[in-house]
């Protein structure tokens, strides 16, 4: 059976069974976006008694987070209901809903270590966004992207950190979904001018203090191996 989140004890309840990457991504959208706003959508399915799997529909995008206990049939059937431009889950998903994935990868985690210190900025002012997102070379409306965004940091669910040298954003490293003590890193880059200096090094060692997950292409998982990663699960991503 799947039911529609519809308060914070039925939020608490997704968080304490979520335990992975994308079970961490939809209990901070959850947090984020409490269900009195239409603008992200989530789902709990439950079996017998048993918290099976969560679905959050958030601009088009599903984040799906499951246990082997899930009932992909139902599942399926849901998720074609409800209509996607994509899918975030884990390759095992993939494969049992009988979908097939453009992109795949590791999922990697490193538990917390002792945050190193980095002279790191916050954005403050929609200048500072606009700067971020074209370095970040991210597709679609800035506006749209920058509502979410700082709608989440507000809510203490997303963090950005950047360094910036003579007045000119050069690198930055985010934690785009926080749940608690565990966070998902992502949005990581750095200037074509300024790469080889450890920029994004050390960004990523500052948010030390938590539990951090990333999913990233295979090309980068020398990087994160180097930086003390391991990896733990894959993932895969649908298209519509």
């Known amino acids: ?6 308060n914070a004890e039925e939020a608490e309840l997704l968080r304490e069974f979520s335990t992975d990457s994308f079970g961490l991504t939809v209990a901070s959208l959850v947090t984020a976006y409490p269900p009195e706003l239409d603008i992200c ?16 529909s958030h601009g088009g995008e599903i984040v799906l987070w499951s246990t082997l206990r ?28 009988e979908l097939f994935a453009c992109a795949c990868g590791q999922v990697w985690r490193r538990e917390p270590v002792e945050a190193a210190e980095c002279e790191y900025e916050k954005p403050e002012k929609k200048a500072d966004y606009k700067e971020l997102f074209e370095l970040l070379e991210i597709k679609g409306e800035f506006d749209e ?42 949005a990581v880059a750095t ?37 003390g990663f391991k990896s733990v699960d894959v993932w895969a991503e649908v298209k519509a």
């Not at 959508?41 to 959050?56: F, K, L, N």
């Open 41 to 56: 959508r989530s789902w709990m399915q439950i079996v017998g008694d048993e918290m099976t799997a969560g679905i959050c």
């Open 191 to 227: 200037h074509k001018d300024f790469r080889k200096q450890g920029l994004a090094k050390s960004l990523i060692n500052s948010f030390g203090e938590k539990t951090v997950y990333l999913r990233c292409l295979p090309y980068l998982n020398g990087f994160y191996q180097n930086l």
């Open 1 to 6: 059976m799947l039911k529609m989140i519809e």
């Open 70 to 97: 899930a009932d992909y049939e139902e599942l399926g059937e849901f998720i074609k209901t409800i209509g996607y431009t994509n899918i975030l889950c884990r390759a095992r998903d993939v494969v049992s809903l």
């Open 145 to 186: 992207w920058f509502a979410d965004i700082s709608h989440r940091i507000n809510k203490g669910t997303a963090e950005m950190r950047f360094i910036r040298k003579a007045g000119k954003i050069i690198s930055t490293a985010s934690l785009l979904h926080i749940d608690g003590d565990r966070a998902l890193l992502g």
